[in-house]
């Protein structure tokens, strides 16, 4: 397979894309890419080959070397098709860590595997390190070019399903604990991993507890330096927000669909579009979205060029505060009814799914807590918080 063929321009990049996909996104490829995980694999490397899961990389990785505003015109076709694969270059973290953070050797052995399907879930709150994540006490023994890794994760998402787990873990006990820390690329499908799902609130069960003993990891496994895991950490947490500060509600069915213009349809369907002060409110909601996005434009235009930024954290609180709003105004428009629930009362199933959904965002990802602290101190200048932990050897940090 090779390279989508196109002139660079706009018009050029979306008529090669469309008929791409016209030609390559048949009923049967489809059929194929929905029935298995075989199927599925398949699909995805005729994507990453033609260059389409991430575009915005240059040409000999895998891309096309466009801009992620040209990025979008190929994303925009894929989901008019509704195809899998697009956008691996904005969503695959694992992926995108391995790219910009891992060593020539790794991206060549590891990257080809990853675009074409593993999912990589993000081993990092412990249960005695969720905020203050820099305590995480999951160790790394290095044993020839393998590291042995014994510890607990929690809130793990989608560890069931995933090949690799983007591991933090202790490879230093003798100096402070932001220093002593090594960011991995950690195969979970061995021994040693044993994972328990964990029920949620919407019902869902995406998350799980991760118990890990003996388990192994290779040395070149390792993405950035070893021991200097925090700075890797910090751009793929970076990243991790950024598609936070994106992201609409995720409802079943309906990945990442933008929650406002369901509100105006809600509100047209159920007769109270001429409510005036419910109008206000939708039209308060839309504001705040566009606001967002002008936000995550100046966070992204950072972390391309300091490969993290503090922005992020804004405008991961701002989504925060967007879909708990959207929740409070289609239980509003749906009045008494937002109170049913189940397959025959689809409005209010969603509107519940949705407020309850909401709290993702203010928690995963660092919660708005501990955004509100990032933005005052890296973005405000305001006095950190006091640490009396900070700069000592971390094993003799003293736990309750
Ligand atoms: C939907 C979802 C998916 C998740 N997926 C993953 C995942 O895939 N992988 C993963 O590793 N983790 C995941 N998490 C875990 C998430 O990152 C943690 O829950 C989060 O970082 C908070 O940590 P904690 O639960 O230990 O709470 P704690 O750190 O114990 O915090 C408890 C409360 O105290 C507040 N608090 C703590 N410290 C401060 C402070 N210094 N200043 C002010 N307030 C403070 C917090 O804001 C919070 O309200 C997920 C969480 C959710 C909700």
Redesign the pocket.
Known sequence: MTKLVHDGTPEGIHAAVTGWLELNWTTEAERGANASDEGMRAWLTKVRDAGLATPSWPEEWFGLGISARKAGIIEKAFRARKAHGWGRDRFHLGAISVFKMGSEELKREVLPDLLAGPIC?????????????AGVRTRAEQDGDEFVVNGQ???????VEADYGML?ARTNWDVPKHKGLTFFLFPMRQDGVEIRPIN?ITGES??NEVFITDARVPARYAIGEVSEGWKSFQTAIAYERLIMAQGGTERRGRQNEPTTPLLIDLARRKNRIDDTSLRQKIAQAIAYRQLNSLNNKRAKAEIAENGASSLMSLGKLAMSRIQHGDARVAAEVLGPEALLSGTPNPDAANASFDAA?A????????????Q??IISERILGLPK?DAVDRDLPFKDVKTG
Request: proline letters at 2%; charged letters at 20%.
């Open positions: 879930c993000l081993l990092y709150s412990e249960p005695n390190a969720g905020s203050d994540l994760k929690v809130w793990t998402s989608n560890a933090l949620q995406e998350f959904k709290y993702m965002n203010s928690i995963g990802g660092g919660t708005d807590q501990i509100r602290n918080d």
